[in-house]
């Protein structure tokens, strides 16, 4: 059994395997999970909420066992389940820097029960916290590219240790390019950073909100119509797109007008899941797993996939 | 390997033998049912019906599986020490911090299926693949915990039912495929063959004796009438080729017409395994558990925000097949369909799983005028569809 990290389900080796090769405690222990159960969540205590817009908030968690803390590492664009004991997990992606080491952080969006419940919180709360999972974005095979970050709304938190991570890299990239839409500037999440990412001359930020509002100093118009105002040029460059389905949608089409290629563009799915760990078979979109094979897909992989995103 | 034989009346003592040291499971007529339960020497094991209603996968992957247990409570900072201290500024010394104490709930008796058939068994290894972590997956604690204090012992199949098509999908009436042991029934009783050092150790009776020459030969003799009698109603040939290259065939729509995504066949099948996972909690204690799902269901994968990328019932009804005909060979290189036949006698509106694989593993413009067409009227509908297509 093969235990080469994120996404080595498919085209690894094909060996078929008979049920006396499968040994209890001969487990890929990948989530930071006690005893090898990956569906044995560790317990965390939230640390700090930041409320981020009307219906967005930051958790910090600080896992209750210091050696997990302290032994946390994920790649970015690596998703993690935070739950609440008795109302259920719910998939977010990890919007920590990858190199924190004090905490993991959630951003999550009011919108069903689970969401809701995290929402009560107060800090000293316990939750159960079961991460990483997935396939991040291939950060290493990006070095000494341009990098164009293209989000809007809540579709940041998906971007945001990505965004981290190659800041924290700068060096090893070219260009670094945040286009970032939200509806209404009260909804921008993050925006202490943005504004740390405005005084920054490495990096180049348009940031853009679908209708005028008054004191908008900035861009106005959907995320999708100021990228082609934009004409970023696709040489040498990644296209990297989160935020709601539409937005991806027409971002998508946008980035191919551009002359960017598939294999040029990345975007991260969300689905509903439950186990997290390839097995239930709810967040399957054609043969992907989402929470395994994803959720970081290029274009010319989603291509490949049935209609059903 | 050595053949054993058992007399058809030493059946009752050789299941009484196993229960000294297991759980047995057998078929048991119940309700005017056949299902698998535990048995106790006043119930007769059922083997005249072919397939017991639901496939034994119960016993090893429960439909509801409590796996995790929590408490709730509170501590004075005091107990906790300088973790809480930290972990938040506003917090009021003397304040009670919440604290929760979770468990993991993991059971697995040692147990004997006896009278599975070798679809059943092979339905095993097949959720073997998924649930064992093969090739760099996860490996499911629960699920592996049960299956390995699991004994197979498989009961041949003499006289096929007309919906059974195990051949079809690279299997036997008597496939030896993820059994312990196999049962196959001659005169007077079963010519037993021990498969693994697990069923050797369990099947160790007292009242077996050698096969003779003869019963060898009947059972024998009966496997090859067996296999000849299973209908080969379709060909796996090209059949992954032709739901991968014609994912948009509009024929999905119409063969899923009647389908009414009541989920039966995702519950008889002995390969299926996909579930829910499901909190409750009361006062300061809860759980977790996990429950069999159905993919079928409109909101199996309707997200929060209303969104559902399987809305509509064709990409359900094709989601399954291809699940199985498909998506799972490219991950584990076998199929997830041991030919049992449970979906098509239980399905409310007699979808025929052979009919679809046969209407979807041929080209798309030949299919339709072999297909089963009821009507004149209903055949017109395709073309529209493919020409619309095209």
Known sequence: ?309 | MAAKFLKQEDLPAFLAHLAKSARVIAPVKTDGLVQFEPWTPEKQVELEVLLAKQSPKEWVFPQTEKYLEFKYGKVMPEGSGEAVADASENAAESVPQPTVEVEVRNEAPAQVIFGLRPCDARGFTQMDQVFGGYGGFYFDPFYNARRAATTLLVVACVEPRSTCFCTAVGGCPAGREGADAIFIPVEGGFVVETLTEKGESTAAFSGLTEASEAQKAQAADMEAQAIGKVGAPFTLEGLRDHLHDNIDDPRWRDLCMRCISCGTCTYVCPSCYCFSINDELVESTGERYRVWDNCFNPIYTEETSGHNPRAEKFKRFRNRFSHKFWYYPDKYDSLLCSGCGRCIMDCPTRIDIREVLRVMGTAPETAFSQASRPTEAKAAAPTQAEGKEA
């Open chain 1, 1 to 309: 059994m093969s235990d080469n990290g994120n996404g080595a389900g498919c085209g690894c080796d094909k060996t078929r395997l008979t049920f006396a090769d499968v040994v209890p405690g001969a487990t890929t222990a990948r989530a930071g999970k006690k005893a090898g159960n990956p569906y044995l969540p560790e317990v965390g205590t939230v640390i700090e909420i930041i409320p981020e817009t009307p219906t967005i908030k930051t958790f910090r968690v600080r896992f209750d066992d210091p050696e997990v803390q302290k032994n946390f590492t994920f790649a970015p664009g690596q998703v993690g389940q935070l739950g609440i004991f008795g109302v259920g997990e719910a998939t977010f992606a990890i919007t920590s820097r990858p190199s924190e080491k004090e905490f993991i952080q959630f951003s999550v969006m009011r919108a069903g029960e689970v969401t809701r419940a995290l929402h009560n919180l107060s800090v000293g709360d316990k939750v159960g916290v079961r991460a990483p999972m997935g396939r991040g974005f291939p950060v290493e095979e990006w070095k000494g590219k341009n990098i164009l970050y293209v989000m809007g709304g809540i579709g940041s938190a998906a971007l945001k240790a990505t965004i981290e991570y190659t800041l924290e890299h700068r060096s090893d990239y070219e260009k670094i390019t945040i286009l970032y839409g939200a509806t209404h500037p009260t909804n921008f999440t993050y925006w202490y950073d943005v504004e740390e990412w405005r005084k920054r001359d490495d990096l180049e930020l348009v940031l853009t909100i679908d209708r005028e509002c008054e004191g908008w100093q900035c861009d106005v118009g959907l995320v999708p119509h100021v990228l082609e105002r934009m004409a970023p040029s696709p040489e040498n460059t990644i296209a990297i797109t989160c935020g709601p389905p539409i937005m991806i949608k027409f971002a998508l089409i946008a980035f191919e007008k551009l002359g960017f290629t598939p294999e040029q563009t990345y975007t991260t799915l969300e689905k509903r899941m439950k186990c997290g760990i390839g097995i239930c078979g709810r967040c399957n979109v054609g043969p992907k797993y989402v929470c395994v094979d994803g959720p970081v897909f290029s274009l010319a992989e989603l291509k490949e996939l049935p209609d059903e995103l």
